[in-house]
């Protein structure tokens, strides 16, 4: 079965450290996502791709950047973790088409301390 | 103004009844809406995809969708113990093939 698989789940950091959060999906869709959630804003898209070799910015993309080099792939990588970016850290895919729902990930907890 | 609002609950119903979730969308040109399922400590599973004004019924979960008034609705019928979760909204703006989420609205279905 097709799937989008995280790593790692649980992820503890010093602030100031880089982190690198991946992504991997076998569904051969187009289009990658990554969210984070925080209690009291649900859901916020921090980065998103449409292709290889293409990235957007979501609404709170400061502090991440994203690469996207073959389909299945869209790792996530905190540049200088800080103490705001503690979240718990969800990738999701769809296929192409605006009515294509999201797949999600397990999702990774990320504390920074 | 957010761009997708929900009330956060908690939404308490007893079993059996009528749950009725909410959700206000401020794109007037979106297009599509879903209803996920998240229970805590999960990841959000889809539950309902909208496109057109009126009613989906799939089982006891309808999805109901306003364009005009920019609302959609979520009712859960005969709500038994297994629906306790956060729900949430979720509408890809002008097109584009993105979601934005609203913060989700908890239900709480007590004996």
């Known amino acids: 079965d097709a799937e989008i698989t995280q790593s790692p789940r649980h992820k503890i950091t010093e602030t100031g450290r880089q982190v690198t959060l991946a992504c991997h999906q076998t569904?051969?869709?187009?289009?990658m996502f990554w969210y984070r959630q925080d209690l009291g804003h649900g859901l916020r898209l921090i980065h998103y791709?449409?292709?290889?070799?293409?990235?957007n910015k979501g609404e709170v993309s400061d502090g991440y950047s994203v690469s996207r080099s073959n389909t299945e792939d869209l790792p996530l990588t905190l540049e200088s973790a800080a103490s705001s970016q503690t979240s718990v850290y969800f990738c999701?895919?769809?296929?192409?088409?605006?009515?294509?729902?999201?797949?999600f990930g397990n999702g990774t907890r990320l504390t920074v301390t | 103004q957010k761009e997708v609002e929900q009330n956060s609950g908690p939404l308490s119903v007893p079993e059996g009844a009528i749950a009725s979730l909410n959700c206000t969308y401020s794109?007037?040109?979106?297009?599509?809406f879903f209803w996920y399922r998240q229970y805590s400590g999960k990841s959000p599973e889809l539950i309902m995809s909208?496109?057109?004004?009126g009613d989906k019924e799939d089982g006891r979960f309808t999805a109901q969708l306003n364009k005009a008034s920019q609302y959609v609705s979520l009712l859960i019928r005969d709500s038994q113990s297994s629906d306790s979760a956060t729900y949430l909204c979720?509408?890809?703006?002008?097109?584009?093939?993105?979601?934005?989420f609203g913060a989700g609205t908890r239900l709480a279905v007590h004996p």
């Open positions: 999701a895919s769809s296929a192409a088409g605006r009515n294509s729902p999201l797949h």
């Open positions: 569904w051969n869709h187009n289009n």
């Open positions: 791709s449409y292709g290889v070799q293409d990235t």
């Open positions: 794109d007037r040109v979106s297009q599509s």
């Open positions: 909208i496109y057109s004004n």
């Open positions: 979720a509408v890809n703006p002008r097109g584009y093939n993105k979601l934005i």
